[in-house]
């Protein structure tokens, strides 16, 4: 027996469907204006991009072909003894870079743990303490020029105001008072790289959401607290890749360095003592290099110094990784 009720509705439903299709077929569709030439545009500067970048993998990679092509000559006669021979001797063909890579990450090393202090005082003040006024735009104009200044001015600075006072210092403790070394050039070095963690701090510090600081702020958290319990959590990947930053500039610098450290290939006795850094023996002898193997083994330097700086930033890299994870 039929069930009439039922199938009413259902002709009811399926009239009202036809209804509402109708309704939707008669909706005038707009059209999308100037589309093909924007859709030329999006991929013009999506090609545009992905050959940016392509370029500077390709510069990199260039980089590193050249200085292994150029270097090939002083691998093949000194092998992989040029890494921990101690001696530099260009009159006898005896080449070690040893000393220079000791020099290098000491007077990096050295110079980052002193400029850590400062670095973070000056990014937790400007961006925490005194984010506006004269005297924060004061202060922010100095860190930005002190970035600006060329290295050799900071190579005369410190040899006419830092070398008298090591000296001095040096003298107190009854160490030999060279003035110069690896201490002299790390403070040098030190000045230089404060602006570069400083400015990244300070931004990343600005960029904490308000809402964090004040949440702590009403359950009664001191300024200290605040710092400790919100900003560092929240900006300590930002603040570990100022440190990195930092230190890339330190371990490339090569001209305050020359002029400071002592420019000696022997491998130094006490961070006070004369050294020299893979950048310094480079720009020191680059001209006198009068024959292949000469060259070749300060190319290979640069081979060497070129890995370094890669292998920290790799590391770096990871521990910004694992911080952000955590």
């Known amino acids: ?11 009811i439903h399926y009239l009202n469907m036809e209804a509402i299709q109708q309704k939707i077929e008669e909706i005038p569709v707009k059209k999308n204006r100037g589309s093909n030439g924007q859709i030329r545009m999006e991929y013009v500067f999506r090609r545009t991009l992905v050959i940016a970048a392509l370029l500077m993998v390709v510069l990199v990679f260039g980089i590193m072909l050249t200085l292994i092509i150029e270097s090939t000559p002083s691998m093949k006669s000194l092998g992989i003894k040029y890494l921990w021979g101690k001696t530099w ?8 870079s040893y000393s220079f890579l000791l020099g290098t990450l000491l007077t990096s090393f050295l110079a980052l743990i002193i400029s850590i202090p400062f670095s973070f005082a000056v990014a937790f003040y400007l961006g925490e ?10 202060l922010k ?5 002190i970035a600006a200044v060329p290295s050799v001015i900071y190579g005369f600075w410190g040899l006419i105001v830092l070398v008298p006072i090591v000296r001095n210092l040096e003298m107190k403790i009854g160490v030999l008072p060279y003035g110069i070394g690896i201490f002299t050039a790390s403070l040098v070095l030190a000045i230089m790289i404060i602006p570069y963690a400083a400015s990244l701090g300070r931004e990343m510090i600005r960029l904490v959401p308000s809402s964090l600081k004040e949440g702590a702020y009403s359950l009664g958290a001191t300024k200290w607290e605040v710092i400790h319990r919100v900003i560092l959590p929240y900006t300590k990947s930002g603040l570990f890749a100022g440190i990195l930053l930092s230190l890339g500039r330190a371990l490339g610098e090569t001209m305050a360095v020359t002029m400071v450290i002592g420019n000696t290939s022997m491998i130094p006795t006490s961070i006070f003592a004369p050294g020299n850094t893979m950048a310094s023996v480079i720009a020191n002898e680059f001209n006198e290099a009068d024959h292949t193997l000469y060259w070749s083994a300060l190319v290979e330097l640069g081979l060497v110094l070129f890995l370094v700086t890669v292998v920290i930033n790799m590391i770096g890299k990871r521990i910004i990784k694992r911080f952000t994870n955590e």
């Open 129 to 138: 303490y005194k984010p506006t006024g004269w005297f924060s735009n004061f």
């Open 89 to 96: 001797d260009p009159i006898n063909n005896v080449y070690g």
């Open 141 to 145: 104009n100095t860190v930005d020029l």
């Open 1 to 11: 027996m039929t069930n009439y009720p039922q199938y009413s509705v259902r002709v």
